[in-house]
């Protein structure tokens, strides 16, 4: 059975920093391109980064460029999302998801991705 599991949101001032992580499981992880998304009250989901199956390729979206760094670890089926520099506008549910997809660029469409974990809340605020 596919599942993956996110961990590590919480409440932080702005500023602050936190780190997600997504283990996976049920799956040969290894060919599979993982990302984060996140979903703020009202708004759609959106890709924050995504990484591909080799970790040759990395995608970010443009509000985190600098501040977000998304990591992989295949001996340990998980993905990790280093957040620095938190803003109150990052405040939103943060999804890990996952895409069998061997390719040479790496996407960072929700609806390409199958398997999706249940969501990990991140709160910036003072």
């Known amino acids: 059975q596919l599942q993956l599991v996110e961990s590590g949101g919480g409440l932080v001032q702005p500023g602050g920093s936190l780190r997600l992580s997504c283990a996976a499981s049920?799956?040969?992880?290894?060919?599979?391109?993982v990302g984060w998304f996140r979903q703020a009250p009202g708004k759609e989901r959106e890709g924050v980064s995504c990484i591909s199956w080799n970790v040759d390729n990395t995608y970010y979206e443009d509000s985190v460029k600098g501040r977000f760094t998304i990591s992989r670890d295949n001996a340990k089926n998980t993905v990790y999302l280093q957040m620095n520099s938190l803003k109150p506008e990052d405040t939103a549910v943060y999804y890990c998801a996952a895409v069998r997809r061997v390719a040479g660029w790496v996407s960072c469409n929700p609806d390409l991705y199958t398997t999706w974990g249940q969501g990990t809340q991140v709160t910036v605020s003072s």
């Open positions: 049920g799956f040969n992880f290894n060919v599979y391109e």
